[in-house]
Every structure is written in structure tokens, then in C-alpha cells.
């Protein structure tokens, strides 16, 4: 209790001073420190934030953070649930303000679509992207949290949900965490795998692209694998 009007002041002028310049003026520890006032109501944030720093090196390696070790840096779970929520909300902001269901979906246009649904994971996950007609869209979302080798379940997911959606078009996607955005020899083996399942309900799949640390690779543009996509 005796914390709170020595900290009280400090507080408001570094909330006045975001309202003023936004975040151009602080650095990493301060928008931690910012952070945690919503969370830490009369500890020193300060501090925690510059322990957290520390500890994990970057602001990005703290959200992505497992909780227990946030909290043997000294956060209660509250404050550990807020910077993991952090940039799960971001990239749900990300995936709301791209989706326009009047926008035409191609090839050159969908690396911008899919990348927000991989922005904060560490985990291996599979997109499936479906199209009218027309190109519009009408169902983008994760398939699958693991690996695209798990053929047969992403091929029954990938065919309930185009047939579900009426889909004519098709695109999918996954991400190497610890990787690079190249497909493996696994990857392509599935890609034609998936392609042919799809032509065979009457789905054209138009690209794979495969993401890592926020950079994708589309394995139509590539001159040895657009084969894959071309038509019969």
C-alpha cells in the first residue's frame, strides 16, 4: 500500500507521454514497463520490466515465454497471462483487419492473408485457405496444430471443409518454426498428394506456401514446382 503514491506519479506521465508521442519514444524495457502497470498495481515495473529484459534478451523472446518462467522472474500469473495474451491478440487483429470477404484471392495477393495466422506461434501448424468461383474467400483458418506430414489428417480436414464451403479454389500453407522457408522433399510428396485429392473433388489447389519467421516461400513461383498447380 505504501508503494502507491511514490509510483503513482511516475505512472501518469508515462501514460500522458504514450497518449502524446504513441510508442516512437520508448524503448523496449519502458513498453514492458508500461505494460505491467495494468497488471502489477503497486510493484515497480520498472524493474520488472528491465529483470525480464535480462532474463529472456529480447521484448519478442518475453511474450514468447512460457508462463512459469515468467513468473520465477517475479510476475504473478495475472501479469504472466497478460504478456502471453499480447501478441496472440496481435496476430488476431492482424488476421481480422485482412479479411475482406469481396477481395479476389490469388497467388500474388494470399502470402499477405495467410502470414497473420503464424505471427505468434512456435508451434507447427497447417492453413487452409478456400475460394468460390469467383476467388473470393470463404474460409481461411488453421487446419491442423502439427506437422503437414500427418497427411491423413490434413487430407480429411482439407476435403470436410471444401466440400462443407463449396470451395473451387484452394490454398494451403505451413510454417517451420525452427526453420527456413523451404519445402523439404516431405513437403512437396504431400503438396502432389493434397493437389490430386482436391482435383478429385473438383478443387484446384494453387499454391503451398511455407512460412518462417514471418517470410514465406510459394512453391508456385518455384520453376521446378509450379508443375504441381498447372492444369491438366
Known amino acids: ?14 501514460k500522458e507521454k504514450y497518449l ?3 510508442l516512437e519514444g520508448f524503448d523496449d524495457h519502458q513498453l514492458l514497463e508500461l505494460l505491467l502497470f495494468y497488471a502489477v498495481p ?12 535480462n532474463s529472456f534478451g529480447s521484448l519478442s523472446a518475453v511474450f514468447d515465454a512460457p508462463i512459469d518462467l515468467l513468473i520465477e522472474c517475479g510476475l504473478s500469473k495475472n501479469a504472466a497471462v497478460l504478456l502471453k495474451l499480447l501478441p496472440d491478440t496481435a496476430s488476431r487483429y492482424l488476421r481480422d483487419k485482412h479479411r475482406d470477404s469481396t477481395k479476389i484471392i490469388n497467388a500474388s495477393n494470399a502470402g499477405e492473408r495467410i502470414l497473420p495466422f ?22 481461411c483458418g488453421i487446419i491442423n496444430e502439427g506437422s503437414i506430414s500427418a497427411s491423413e489428417v490434413n487430407n480429411r480436414r482439407i476435403i470436410q471443409l471444401a466440400v462443407k464451403y463449396n470451395a473451387k479454389y484452394a490454398i494451403i500453407a505451413h510454417n517451420h518454426p525452427s526453420g527456413f522457408a523451404v519445402p523439404s522433399d516431405t513437403d512437396i510428396q504431400i503438396t502432389k498428394i493434397i493437389s490430386d485429392t482436391l482435383c478429385n473433388i473438383g478443387v484446384k489447389l494453387i499454391d503451398h506456401f511455407i512460412v518462417a519467421d514471418m517470410e514465406y516461400f510459394s512453391m508456385l513461383r518455384d520453376k521446378e514446382l509450379k508443375e504441381i498447380f498447372t492444369d491438366d
Open 1 to 14: 500500500m505504501a508503494d502507491a503514491p511514490l509510483h503513482s506519479g511516475h505512472r501518469e506521465r508515462v
Open 118 to 139: 503464424f505471427a505468434a506461434t512456435n508451434e507447427e501448424k497447417v492453413l487452409l485457405l478456400l475460394m468460390d468461383a469467383k476467388g473470393r474467400e470463404i474460409f
Open 42 to 53: 503497486r510493484k515497480d515495473t520498472n524493474e520488472l520490466a528491465h529483470r525480464l529484459m
Open 20 to 22: 502524446r508521442d504513441g
